[in-house]
Each structure stands twice: as C-alpha cells, then as structure tokens.
C-alpha cells in the first residue's frame, strides 16, 4: 500500500530556509513519479516539483526556481524539498504524492498517492 508522511514543515521568518521530508513506503524508485504540491488558502494547488527515472528531477513552478530545489536520499525512501530566501507569499500547505509512472508530470490530477500535508508560515 502506497504512503507518504511530509514533516518539517513551520513558522518561519521571510529569508529563512527550510526542509521538508517525505518518507515514503510501498513505493519504488523506479516505477512512480514523486511530487511536492503547495496549496495556499484561498488558492489553487500549485505543482512544485517532480523525480521519475525517465526524466529526473523537474521543476515547474516559475515562483521557487532558483530557491528551492528537491532532492532523494535513495537509502530512507525520502524525497526533500529544500526551501531557500522563504517569502510571505510561500506560506501554504506543502504535500508530496505519487503515481506509478516512469514520467513526471506537474499535475496534481496526475497523482494518486497523497500525504496529508506539512504547514509551512513565512512571517515576520
């Protein structure tokens, strides 16, 4: 069964960095394309980024590039979203998901696997 749990999300000051974790199980490397997903209040859901074997690591929303980047760590089946310079205009609620696919898509209707979310606030 597939499963994903997002931490370290929180309160943060603008120009602040973060790192967000999504350990993942029932899962594999190979055959799913993972995601992160941000939805502010009042906001649609916004694609962030996506790792599958054929395409590697993408990144879709023009508002991060350049300040957050994702990464794996192969041996603990997280995927981690570094976050860096946080804006006020960051704070949503950051998901990561998954779907079997050897392609990435920035899509949240392309995913079927959801974690239920990690708070990040950017706020002075």
């Known amino acids: 069964q597939e499963q994903l749990v997002e931490s370290g999300g929180g309160l943060v000051q603008p120009g602040d960095s973060l790192r967000l974790s999504c350990e993942f199980s029932g899962i594999t490397w190979d055959n799913y394309r993972i995601g992160w997903f941000r939805q502010a209040p009042g906001k649609e859901r916004e694609g962030l980024s996506c790792l599958s074997r054929s395409t590697g690591f993408n990144y879709y929303a023009d508002s991060v590039k350049g300040r957050f980047s994702m990464s794996r760590d192969n041996a603990r089946n997280t995927v981690y979203l570094q976050m860096n310079s946080l804006k006020p205009e960051d704070t949503a609620v950051y998901y990561c998901?998954?779907?079997?696919?050897?392609?990435?898509?920035?899509?949240?209707?392309?995913?079927?696997?959801w974690g239920r979310g990690t708070q990040v606030s950017v706020s002075s």
């Open positions: 998901a998954a779907h079997r696919s050897v392609f990435c898509s920035g899509s949240g209707s392309a995913y079927s696997y």
